[in-house]
């Protein structure tokens, strides 16, 4: 296979925000390989904004998740094999995706999901000294086409970087305020750090920095941003719930640091090359998931309870939260010092 150039390319991520981000690397690199060919992206319709300005994708392809067993086939008949594609890069891997590849001409290459690893994490809290971020084993799973890492790193294109012609455009920032963006949301429980830890955070960061922070993330969290905003009081403002995802990368590119648990906001912060410090709890970086190729702290806890999932739960498994309730705000002071400096 490495000796053909395919003249068109489908790569599948159906979700999420931060997987879809960690993509794009691969995207990129494609390109590279093979500046001719249309590679074309399909995925959820609220993930188009990430992808929405990225000059190597030719077609965003909407995929339906509501979509029945009968009805995926003939969307794969109507748009997978009609525009037989040469190549498909199936980074989903589940039932969805293997039914959109199934009996199609193209060359499939599917993403090991690396289940038994993950369990040997979780289960057995098995050690691990060097591991691999996804971004990297998404560009393994072509290893067959002698395709490697470039070294770069995520990106999130913007309406001005096709402007200027180049990725990230940042202006450079001549306010002596120091512009923090923080994320204290997140979708499951055991990836929150905890309100008043991050109300204490914010005053430090005024106090301390003469800091102006804007609180982002999505419509569920639009209540805790706003209590801790109404609690912080001064150089605080929520835009949680109110912007769309653009904006809120805008305001990313537009700080000067990041602060977020292990969410996607982390990713898109990466992805705008802006320096991040993140706050684990349940999940561990050796999933792989932590800021790729940015200037980065994390601030964690070991644990022997950790972690108890790879993605987030409802609640502590044990009842007493130790993996977030014991990282106090002096430790995420402390990274934000060190990036600072």
């Known amino acids: 296979m490495n000796k053909i150039f395919p003249s068109s390319i489908l790569i599948i991520r159906l979700s999420s925000i931060g997987d879809v981000l960690l993509t794009t690397p691969l995207i990129r690199i494609l390109k590279n390989y093979y500046p001719d060919s249309r590679i074309d992206f399909m995925t959820t319709k609220i993930n188009f904004d990430l992808l929405k300005f990225n000059p190597n994708i030719n077609i965003l ?7 029945s067993i009968n009805e995926i086939l003939k969307f794969k008949d109507n748009i997978i094999k009609e525009s037989n594609y040469d190549l498909i890069i199936d980074l989903q891997n589940n039932l969805r995706s293997k039914i959109l590849t199934s009996a199609v001409q193209a060359h499939v290459y599917k993403f090991n999901k690396r289940r038994l690893y993950k369990i040997k994490l979780v289960y057995f809290k098995y050690k691990v000294k060097d591991y691999l971020q996804i971004p990297d084993l998404y560009v393994n799973s072509l290893n067959e086409l002698s395709i490697l890492p ?29 512009k923090i963006a923080i994320a204290p949301g997140a979708h499951h429980f055991t990836k929150r750090w905890t309100k008043e830890k991050y109300i204490e955070l914010c005053k430090e960061l005024v106090n301390k920095y003469y800091s102006n922070i804007s609180l982002i993330g999505g419509s569920e969290d639009e209540k805790l941003c706003q ?9 605080c403002q929520t835009f949680a719930g109110k912007i769309s995802l653009l904006d809120s990368a805008e305001i990313i590119n537009d700080s000067d640091l990041t602060i977020t648990n292990d969410t996607s906001i982390m990713h898109i912060s990466a992805a705008r090359q802006v320096p991040t410090v993140a706050i684990f709890g349940s999940t ?3 999933f792989g998931f932590s800021p790729y190729m940015v200037n980065n702290r994390i601030v964690q806890n070991d644990m022997k309870c950790r972690p108890c999932t790879h993605i987030g739960k409802k609640k502590c498994p044990k009842g007493h939260f130790n993996c977030m309730n014991t990282i106090e705000v002096n430790a995420v002071m402390e990274a934000v010092q060190s990036i600072i400096e």
């Open 284 to 286: 561990i970086p050796e």
């Open 150 to 178: 470039d070294g770069l790193g995520l990106e999130f294109w913007l309406k001005k970087d096709l402007k200027n012609k180049t990725y990230p455009f940042k202006e450079i920032l001549t306010s002596n305020i120091l």
């Open 227 to 235: 209590e801790i905003c109404d609690s912080v009081g001064t150089n």
């Open 61 to 67: 392809i909407e995929y339906d998740k509501s979509l």
